[in-house]
Nanobody, 124 residues
Framework: QLHLVESGGGWVRPGDSLTLSCTASGRPLNMYTMGWFRQAPGKEREFVSAISGSSLSTYFADSVKGRFTISRDNAKNTVYLQMNSLKPEDTDVYYC?????????????????WGQGTQVTVSS
């Protein structure tokens, strides 16, 4: 079993930056492709970003491309989502997720493990 815990959420103003962390326990994180998703109340969970186990490949939703950066430190079993130039529409609960094999890194049902989520609020 892999246990994921997100941290770093909070309230920021438009244009500010925030870094989310996702720390894993239970298994080495380098075995997994890691993803970040977000969800607003009453809406479907949507893909934000993903990174391969080796960090060689990264993926971003069009809505965050150029503003968000994903990285990982396998030695620390942690994945990061650096969010810059935040907008009010980035307000959501952000979840990290892990998958081993197969499936699209954009699809929620490809991921086997999920964290509990961390709230990000962007408001003036």
């Amino acid at each position: 079993q892999l246990h994921l815990v997100e941290s770093g959420g909070g309230w920021v103003r438009p244009g500010d930056s925030l870094t989310l962390s996702c720390t894993a326990s239970g298994r080495p994180l380098n075995m997994y492709t890691m993803g970040w998703f977000r969800q607003a109340p009453g809406k479907e969970r949507e893909f934000v970003s993903a990174i391969s186990g080796s960090s060689l490949s990264t993926y971003f939703a069009d809505s965050v491309k150029g503003r968000f950066t994903i990285s990982r430190d396998n030695a620390k079993n942690t994945v990061y989502l650096q969010m810059n130039s935040l907008k009010p529409e980035d307000t959501d609960v952000y979840y990290c997720a892990a998958k081993r094999y197969g499936g699209s890194h954009y699809a929620t049902d490809s991921y086997d493990y999920w964290g509990q989520g961390t709230q990000v609020t962007v408001s003036s």
